[in-house]
């Protein structure tokens, strides 16, 4: 009896199992996102409110031009799109929302630390009369890019956070920073364009771990990069800051840090800076505060370009102790006039022109010869062979190239490179041009042809890919496989006549700026976002919830059907189990 018992207790209990485990398939197959189109008829505190009520993954697509009053807090994960580039004009008052959390600021988007793994991308965020644009505090893996982000006390505040990822944006018009890390760790900053702040373009505090990367920091009023308190184990790398008080500012203990393959140039004198006009128009500055190991962990300097600024193309302060710098280019080629401070030591990286197939190079090497793979890009200048003049580039792979149909392949050609600004100095060199590369023309398509499309006729080849992670700083050879090695003869350095007053960094900071300050929407970034409604076109609704698409997997529910199946064969076990009891009995 007790042997019967049990094994009925034994068959209940695993058709409880199976129901059970049926019945939390179905529960995860029920977890869908939707998406909501959001127009501008529709008012914060319902969107605030729609926000509070999403499931994590769900996307809102503002699909109008323009929305005023606006002040949101992300506290789930959530997606926030735009491929209108919709403009949002953030409030200059304190939402209810943000009373509620103990936020005091003022604000456009504010994430928090629930909002892990969100995304906004292409919007347009004006946050004229507020302490923020965008703030990301104490979250985990935000995204924020291709986006338009102006005005603000600092217009993105990411702080007490890591891995955030700030890429693609145009940041402008902040009455202090463009961008303000605070005790952040593994977050990137790349491909923004920052300009026209009042103080600096990126501002770090206590920063570890991080990258910034291929942005355009230019024409702020402080600093391009301020560096205070703490920063440890980041990598800053192929920035072009130009036009500011000084391009990079130091003023911190510096652990493991390295400054590579970057372009500080034309940083202006500013005589009522609070650093004091001494302290400005210097491509790279150190302050008071600086500080970096002796051995282990030192910070590294190194193959940047500091060129054209007004001061000194880097400077240390007098209080501390001389520091060496390592190899980079300073618009010199023999270590005189390099406008370097005799507090800095440092090695200089030269130009010499090489035989390159189809033309000729301008390579940027070490005093060994060796070329310099990972190199900043700048503008070299003016450079002249035979007589013709011709602008040219380096590029990140450490090569300025001419290619023109007047350099004639095979020959030797008189080769002349100007350096220098405030003393120019020219390099002369016979080189000899590389053979002619044979490229087969294709017949081109038809108009009717299935293929053929229409396109701007260009020749030019994409640039080759780089290393952005800033894991592997001093790269491989990337993309540079071109140039065929040579010597050239007949080399020397001379002397050029005096070069007029140095006056390549007007007193008009804004002389050359075409931003419009955040007036009129820009319509740059593809994302992904899919086509929108027209919103207000549409009387009856302010938001809808998207439908599934033609595309979208059905799903079927099979829960039940399982479980009959389940009841129907433990019932015919039970029944075959007790048939055999009575047989055997």
Known sequence: MNKKVLNLFFICFISLFLISAVGAVEDNSSNK???????????NDEIQSMFDNANDGDTFKFTNYTYKGISLVVDKRINIVSN?????????????????????ETFGFYFTSNAA????????IIADSCDHAVVVNGADNITIKDSRIVKGENSVLIKNSQNINLSNNDISGAAKNGVQLQNVKNCSISNNNIHNNKRSGVETSHIYDSN???????????NGISMYDVSSGNVIKYNTVHNNTNGIYIDCTTINDIIMANTFSYNRNDPSCELGGSETGNGLLFGEHFKTPKKDGRLLVK????????????????????????????????????????MLLAKILKLNAITIQDGIGIQLEDEDGNIISD???????EVEVDGNKYTVKMDNDGIAKIQSKDIEPNTEHNVKITIGDRIKKVIEQIVKSGPERYVE??????????????????????SPDHNTDGTNPGGKDNGRGNYINGTSSSSHISNSGNSGKYGTNGSDIFSHDSSDMGENAISKGDVNAGSSSQGSGEESKAYEVVPETPI??????????????????????????????????
Request: negative net charge; glycine residues 6%.
């Open 84 to 104: 209108k580039t919709a403009t949002i004009y953030a409030s200059n008052s304190v939402s209810d929302k943000a009373k509620s959390l103990g936020i005091s």
């Open 33 to 43: 996102t939707s998406t909501y189109q959001i127009t501008s008829a529709i008012s």
């Open 441 to 462: 023309t294709e017949k081109p398509a038809k108009p009717n042809d299935e293929n053929y499309r229409d396109d701007d006729g260009s020749t030019q080849q994409p």
């Open 303 to 342: 193959n940047n370009a500091l060129i054209h600024n007004e001061n000194f193309q880097a400077k240390n302060n007098p209080f501390n102790e001389v520091f060496k710098l390592d190899q980079n280019y300073f618009d010199s080629t023999d270590g005189e006039d390099t406008f370097i401070c005799p």
């Open 375 to 381: 190199a900043p890009a700048f503008d070299l200048g």
């Open 552 to 585: 979208s997997k059905s799903i079927v529910n099979t829960s039940g059907i399982v479980i009959l199946s389940i009841i129907v064969l433990l019932g015919c076990f039970i029944i075959g189990y007790r048939r055999k009891l009575k047989f055997d009995e």
């Open 212 to 222: 910034i990367l291929r942005n355009n920091i230019h024409h702020n009023g402080f």
């Open 117 to 124: 793994g969100s995304v906004l991308s292409g919007i347009r």
